[in-house]
């Protein structure tokens, strides 16, 4: 185990003087630039700009606001599976895994915030606290969430961090973290397990089920993180170690669609026992319109069955171990799979007709009743949404530019934790 | 928690201290005996039974003190003082809506525009942004084939979902059981709309070009019905005592001679709403959520 250890001299900052790093820089600012000015148009001329109307009330903005703050807190399991689990394989990359769950939650919440009808008053949500609100849990857990991240991400930063006496210290904030995380997307997930009202939401399973898609998409982003990296800055060195510690989040990455899928088959499953549940089902899997292609198209066979196949290989067919290519990929896959699953969840289920009158059909009615209502969104929606993924990205590269966060390369024994060939060796085969 | 039909019997109180009587005197007597200092101090009346109660109240508190001591005495006034004083103002009213559905007129809207007018609503996009505090929703019965038409609005439950869900607590539930949004709090994060039952809730998505002063709206706020509340505190008699004010969609109703809507005290046996509510029946929307709705339907 001893062999992954990193000096902290190994550690380095990234971009100085480089030209496309400022390109990069220059264009994440335009994005974020864009995203403001959207929210700005949305907040002076209210929300009817918006494809969101009286019964979908949440709108894109929510499904990019909840993507990257599911993705953060999965984002921070790296650092957890060093300082919790022991993995000493990803020490290495624990400082990135820290920057990223704080990156990726203020992105989120910023997209969540300029959504607000007033987010002059975001103030108020402290100043006036309803205890009993589910939001306002999770406005709790997100600020904890940030500041034991930051704490978190400063003790990993520590010049002496690799010191066993403070090994106390890293794993009893790592808990901390991993316990927080999961609160947090338990959480995530209660925003719509208790909404009692709606048939598409009130279930208990949200929580595991949000809990089993934040390791996942987390991971995703982690991945493309770390490639784009590698491959553009060389932090880490491309190799044999980074292949080896790649192969290995492409197999946690394969678990992780794997446990996502799990859960969402017993959602559904479930439900489809319940004959009162019949309807809904029939709406998100059958005859919902839009939200059935994007269930089967976008999150099964897009963002399970082929990640699944990319990672874990088909016989004949692909071969496994998967290329680094194919990791990125399938890393790709992962994300589209997310914001899909995201997008059934957040508007497929208010684009579900309410059961007021069970028994009865509304025959005559308002627009926002009986029949689904069609959701188009518009562009400031999808800029907003833009924006805080370019936030995200911007807080990332401005602490790779400023702290230590990668090291030069992933050292250690590529062989020495795991039975996982190099990628390098298996990245002729399959794609 | 009370049943959308279970109104109180015409003696019934509305809190009960013959647990608090009980548990400090230990006998029937002295739970009575609060119970009618109650009565007394929530009474508006001077002419109700409560005098007739005060009066039995203070010969029997004498036979308690001579039992007890004055020190039980002392202690037992200290709780009513302390019961009393902790009551919401009004909370012995429960504002209510009775909707005769056999009475509704398919194709009449009368309560909808009297809605709009009265909280300068405008709805004329003819889109689903469009405010609506009111909307008439017609339903085809699948197994029976009959067809009943109603006004669908804020249902006022005594357990709102969009009260326990709101983070600031702008979603509120007033002690006479009325559920308004303060408009000043509201951040405009739609959750209360997400977990209305009813899809009662209208989130302002334009600017407000025409607000009455008795009733504000905000744009990137929430609002629903709020019963013409404005109305109901305007034209209240007393502390205690229900308003004869209506809201507007009744009124209108009214005016239109079907008489479907019948608004009032759901708590007074002797309220016309009460009284509809025991003579016709009436049902809440959703009863399996038990929410406790305050607008009750019948012929639905």
Request: hydrophobic fraction near 55%; proline fraction near 6%; include cysteine.
């Given at each position: 185990m001893g062999s992954h250890e990193i000096s902290y001299a190994e550690y380095r900052t990234i971009g100085r003087g480089s030209g496309p790093f400022i390109a990069l820089i220059v264009a994440l600012l335009l994005v974020i630039v864009a995203g403001l000015a959207a929210a700005h148009t949305m907040d002076s001329e209210g929300h009817h700009i918006t494809g969101m109307n009286n019964r979908i009330v949440w709108g894109l903005p929510h499904v990019f606001a909840i993507f990257l703050i599911v993705a953060a807190s999965g984002a921070l399991n790296i650092a957890s599976l060093s300082s919790v689990f022991k993995r000493k394989r990803y020490t290495p990359l624990a400082r990135l895994s820290a920057v990223m769950a704080i990156a990726l939650l203020a992105g989120g919440l910023m997209v969540l915030v300029l959504d607000l009808g007033r987010p002059d008053r975001l103030i108020i949500a402290l100043t006036h606290y309803n205890p009993v609100s589910v939001f306002a849990w999770n406005v709790m857990?997100?600020?904890?969430?940030?500041?034991?991240?930051?704490?978190?991400?400063?003790?990993?930063?520590?010049?002496?961090?690799?010191?066993?006496?403070?090994?106390?210290?890293?794993?009893?904030?790592?808990?901390?973290?991993?316990?927080?995380?999961?609160?947090?997307?338990?959480?995530?997930?209660?925003?719509?397990?208790?909404?009692?009202?709606?048939?598409?939401?009130?279930?208990?399973?949200?929580?595991?089920?949000?809990?089993?898609?934040?390791?996942?998409?987390?991971?995703?982003?982690?991945?493309?993180?770390?490639?784009?990296?590698?491959?553009?800055?060389?932090?880490?060195?491309?190799?044999?170690?980074?292949?080896?510690?790649?192969?290995?989040?492409?197999?946690?990455?394969?678990?992780?669609?794997?446990?996502?899928?799990?859960?969402?088959?017993?959602?559904?499953?479930?439900?489809?026992?319940?004959?009162?549940?019949?309807?809904?089902?029939?709406?998100?899997?059958?005859?919902?319109?839009?939200?059935?292609?994007?269930?089967?198209?976008?999150?099964?066979?897009?963002?399970?069955?082929?990640?699944?196949?990319?990672?874990?290989?088909?016989?004949?067919?692909?071969?496994?171990?998967?290329?680094?290519?194919?990791?990125?990929?399938?890393?790709?896959?992962?994300?589209?799979?997310?914001?899909?699953?995201?997008?059934?969840?957040?508007?497929?289920?208010?684009?579900?007709?309410?059961?007021?009158?069970?028994?009865?059909?509304?025959?005559?009615?308002?627009?926002?009743?009986?029949?689904?209502?069609?959701?188009?969104?518009?562009?400031?929606?999808?800029?907003?949404?833009?924006?805080?993924?370019?936030?995200?990205?911007?807080?990332?590269?401005?602490?790779?530019?400023?702290?230590?966060?990668?090291?030069?390369?992933?050292?250690?024994?590529?062989?020495?934790?795991?039975?996982?060939?190099?990628?390098?060796?298996?990245?002729?085969?399959?794609? | 928690m009370r049943g959308e039909n279970d109104l109180p019997a015409p003696g019934d109180k509305e809190e009960s201290f013959g647990s608090s009587g009980a548990g400090l005197g230990g006998d029937s007597e002295s739970g009575e005996a609060f119970e009618a200092l109650f009565a007394k101090r929530e009474s508006a009346d001077p002419s109700t039974p409560a005098t007739e109660a005060r009066r039995h109240f203070l010969i029997r508190i004498g036979a308690l003190a001579a039992v007890s001591g004055i020190g039980g005495f002392a202690i037992s006034r200290a709780i009513a003082d302390e019961r009393s004083s902790g009551e919401p103002v009004g909370a012995k009213i429960r504002y209510g809506l009775f909707v005769d559905a056999d009475r509704c007129a398919r194709g009449c809207d009368a309560c909808v525009r009297a809605c709009n007018e009265e909280h300068g609503l405008e709805p004329e996009h003819g889109i689903a942004t469009d405010p609506q505090w009111i909307r008439k929703v017609t339903l085809l019965d699948r197994r029976s084939g009959r067809i009943s038409t109603l006004p669908l609005m804020c249902q006022h439950c005594e357990e709102p979902p969009c009260v326990d869900v709101c983070p600031t607590g702008a979603s509120f539930k007033r002690a006479d059981g009325i559920v308004l949004v303060d408009k000043h709090i509201c951040i405009g994060c739609r959750y209360c709309v997400m977990a209305c039952p009813f899809q009662a809730r209208s989130f302002v998505h334009e600017e407000v070009t025409d607000p009455k002063p008795w009733s504000p709206r905000g744009k990137g706020t929430v609002e629903s019905c709020n019963f013409c509340v404005h109305r109901l505190d305007a034209s209240k008699e007393s502390e205690g005592s229900a308003s004869r004010a209506r809201p507007a969609c009744v009124e209108a109703c009214d005016t239109r001679g079907y008489r479907a809507l019948v608004f009032g005290d759901l708590n007074d046996p002797l309220d016309p709403v009460a009284r509809a509510i025991a003579e016709r029946g009436g049902q809440g929307l959703r009863p399996d959520l038990a929410l406790d709705t305050k607008v009750l339907y019948r012929g639905v």
């Open positions: 857990l997100y600020s904890v969430f940030i500041t034991v991240s930051g704490i978190y991400l400063g003790v990993l930063l520590a010049p002496d961090a690799g010191d066993p006496k403070r090994a106390r210290w890293v794993s009893g904030i790592g808990i901390v973290a991993l316990s927080w995380r999961l609160a947090l997307t338990t959480g995530t997930g209660c925003i719509f397990g208790f909404l009692v009202a709606r048939q598409a939401y009130d279930a208990a399973i949200m929580a595991p089920l949000f809990v089993a898609m934040s390791l996942s998409s987390g991971m995703a982003v982690f991945i493309l993180v770390l490639c784009a990296t590698a491959y553009w800055a060389k932090r880490p060195q491309p190799g044999a170690a980074f292949d080896a510690t790649l192969g290995q989040l492409a197999r946690l990455q394969g678990i992780f669609v794997a446990l996502t899928s799990y859960f969402v088959i017993v959602r559904h499953l479930t439900n489809l026992y319940a004959a009162e549940h019949g309807e809904i089902e029939r709406f998100l899997l059958i005859d919902g319109g839009l939200h059935p292609a994007i269930f089967w198209i976008g999150q099964i066979l897009l963002g399970t069955l082929t990640p699944l196949a990319l990672l874990l290989g088909i016989p004949w067919l692909i071969a496994k171990p998967p290329s680094a290519k194919r990791i990125v990929l399938a890393a790709g896959a992962v994300v589209i799979g997310g914001f899909a699953w995201l997008h059934g969840i957040v508007i497929g289920g208010q684009a579900a007709p309410l059961e007021i009158f069970p028994g009865k059909e509304i025959i005559e009615g308002d627009l926002i009743d009986g029949n689904p209502v069609g959701y188009s969104p518009t562009l400031p929606e999808f800029l907003l949404g833009l924006g805080g993924v370019a936030s995200a990205l911007l807080i990332i590269v401005i602490a790779l530019r400023l702290l230590r966060i990668l090291p030069k390369s992933l050292s250690g024994d590529a062989d020495e934790t795991d039975a996982v060939p190099k990628v390098s060796e298996a990245s002729g085969s399959g794609l | -």
